[in-house]
């Protein structure tokens, strides 16, 4: 099949492989049956890898679903009676769990930041000394909306320190960024296939302590289909998700992990890295300035503020981009207009030289000044 290639600037999805695509074509399967319970079987312990947990303390969890059903399930099984929530919040992912305690009535406290400044550990360390009730600590990994990486290590140590359980939303690193969940202090992660995996939406996963998921039985019961211990049990006694998966996307998801390990975590990380350096050379060549500083970056996602300039339309700029093959998006900060441009996917330098050609010629069609300017 001749499939057209786009180039997936934007978050997620993410620019496939054509045999990602392709490994979706298949003999239709009821997924009830054991050949497709062993296919899932494989695919839970391979996730494992990713992140270098041993199976005898971690465990993968599939559901269906985009990544933020993950930061719905983490927060609602493992939170224990009687005991808190501690957001650590400095962008609109981790604002999210706090849309998630709130619609719960969880009890929570909402630690903001700045979203373009990191965390501060003497802060979060304050704050979980003076709140024993804490019991659940989240935050996100690389905040999507700005491209700030958050130092999960460190914050891990103090939440481990103050006995409390760790998830981190690493729905825009897991793949990409390596992760050692043991190293990195984190007792559960979480990613949609589409990302880092560059496979297809509708499958998204934890990756957790099973220790902690076996306790999670015990506490209060928030949610049925976003239940963790319950699609966990079931995997574990039937091999099989609770209710109906997303069997295509699953199929492609074990041919990303295939190409994944194929690639080799430190080769695609090298491959990510190089491509995000030619988005910001090529941007900061144009004269567009960054949300945030290079030192903070997660290299995967820069935010660009838009420029001072009358002229300067993002729908249309995207538009124009998008009839010849890129997609590029809109930002996410409340405060600052800004758009994104992305590492993820299969994708290449090349591919990037390709995009500011095309890019700068949008800017010279609606008469935006180059290099842009800013009052």
Same mark, same amino acid.
């Given at each position: 099949?001749? !499939?057209?290639?786009?180039?997936?600037?934007?978050?997620?999805?993410?620019?496939?492989?054509? &045999?990602?695509?392709?490994?979706?074509?298949?003999?239709?399967?009821?997924?009830?049956?054991?050949?497709? @319970?062993?296919?899932?079987?494989?695919?839970?312990?391979?996730?494992?890898?990713?992140?270098?947990?041993?199976?005898?303390? =971690?465990?993968?969890?599939?559901?269906?679903?985009?990544?933020?059903?993950?930061?719905?399930?983490?927060?609602?099984?493992?939170?224990?009676?009687?005991?808190?929530?501690?957001? $650590?919040?400095?962008?609109?992912?981790?604002?999210?769990?706090?849309?998630?305690?709130?619609?719960?009535?969880?009890?929570? !406290?909402?630690?903001?930041?700045?979203?373009?400044?990191?965390?501060?550990?003497?802060?979060?360390?304050?704050?979980?000394?003076?709140?024993?009730? !804490?019991?659940?600590?989240?935050?996100?990994?690389?905040?999507?909306?700005?491209?700030?990486?958050?130092?999960?290590?460190?914050?891990?140590?103090?939440?481990?320190?103050?006995?409390?359980?760790?998830?981190?939303?690493? &729905?825009?690193?897991?793949?990409?960024?390596?992760?050692?969940?043991?190293?990195?202090?984190?007792?559960?992660?979480?990613?949609?296939?589409? +990302?880092?995996?560059?496979?297809?939406?509708?499958?998204?996963?934890?990756?957790?302590?099973?220790?902690?998921?076996? +306790?999670?039985?015990?506490?209060?019961?928030?949610?049925?289909?976003?239940?963790?211990?319950?699609? =966990?049990?079931?995997?574990?006694? &039937?091999?099989?998700?609770?209710?109906?998966?997303?069997?295509?996307?699953?199929?492609?998801?074990?041919?990303?992990?295939?190409?994944?390990?194929?690639?080799?975590?430190?080769?695609?990380?090298?491959?990510?890295? /190089?491509?995000?350096?030619? $988005?910001?050379?090529?941007?900061?060549?144009?004269?567009?300035?960054?949300?945030?500083?290079?030192?903070?970056?997660?290299?995967?996602?820069? *935010?660009?503020?838009?420029?001072?300039?009358?002229?300067?339309?993002?729908?249309?700029?995207?538009? =124009?981009?998008?009839?010849?093959?890129?997609? !590029?998006?809109?930002?996410? $900060? @409340?405060?600052?207009?800004?758009?994104?441009?992305? *590492?993820?996917? *299969?994708?290449?330098?090349?591919?990037? /030289?390709?995009?500011?050609?095309?890019?700068?010629?949008?800017?010279?069609?609606?008469?935006?000044?180059?290099?842009?300017?800013?009052?």
């Amino acid at each position: 099949m001749n !499939i057209k290639r786009n180039i997936l600037l934007n978050p997620g999805p993410s620019t496939t492989t054509d &045999t990602v695509k392709m490994a979706q074509v298949v003999p239709d399967i009821c997924p009830r049956e054991e050949e497709f @319970a062993n296919m899932m079987k494989t695919l839970r312990k391979d996730l494992l890898k990713v992140v270098h947990a041993s199976e005898d303390k =971690y465990t993968s969890v599939l559901f269906c679903g985009s990544g933020t059903i993950n930061i719905d399930v983490c927060i609602n099984s493992l939170l224990p009676e009687g005991k808190k929530v501690l957001v $650590i919040n400095n962008g609109a992912y981790s604002t999210r769990a706090v849309e998630v305690c709130q619609y719960y009535g969880l009890d929570y !406290i909402d630690l903001k930041f700045k979203e373009d400044e990191r965390p501060d550990l003497e802060l979060v360390e304050k704050t979980l000394k003076e709140n024993p009730d !804490i019991a659940l600590v989240h935050t996100t990994h690389n905040e999507t909306g700005t491209g700030l990486l958050n130092p999960i290590r460190e914050i891990g140590a103090l939440v481990h320190k103050y006995g409390a359980t760790f998830t981190v939303d690493t &729905t825009s690193t897991l793949a990409m960024r390596p992760i050692d969940i043991e190293k990195d202090n984190v007792d559960f992660c979480m990613a949609s296939a589409q +990302k880092g995996l560059m496979s297809m939406t509708g499958l998204s996963f934890v990756i957790g302590n099973k220790e902690i998921i076996e +306790k999670s039985k015990d506490y209060p019961k928030r949610s049925y289909y976003c239940n963790l211990f319950l699609q =966990y049990d079931f995997f574990e006694k &039937t091999g099989e998700m609770h209710f109906t998966p997303p069997v295509q996307t699953v199929y492609a998801t074990i041919q990303a992990l295939k190409e994944y390990f194929e690639e080799g975590e430190e080769a695609k990380w090298a491959r990510h890295t /190089k491509v995000f350096n030619a $988005i910001r050379e090529g941007a900061l060549k144009l004269g567009f300035k960054e949300v945030i500083k290079e030192e903070w970056q997660a290299g995967l996602v820069t *935010a660009l503020v838009y420029p001072d300039d009358l002229n300067w339309d993002f729908m249309k700029v995207h538009d =124009y981009c998008y009839e010849r093959g890129f997609t !590029i998006y809109p930002g996410k $900060i @409340a405060t600052t207009k800004t758009f994104r441009l992305c *590492a993820l996917g *299969a994708i290449d330098e090349q591919d990037i /030289k390709d995009f500011y050609v095309v890019f700068e010629e949008a800017l010279r069609h609606f008469n935006v000044q180059i290099p842009v300017k800013y009052n």
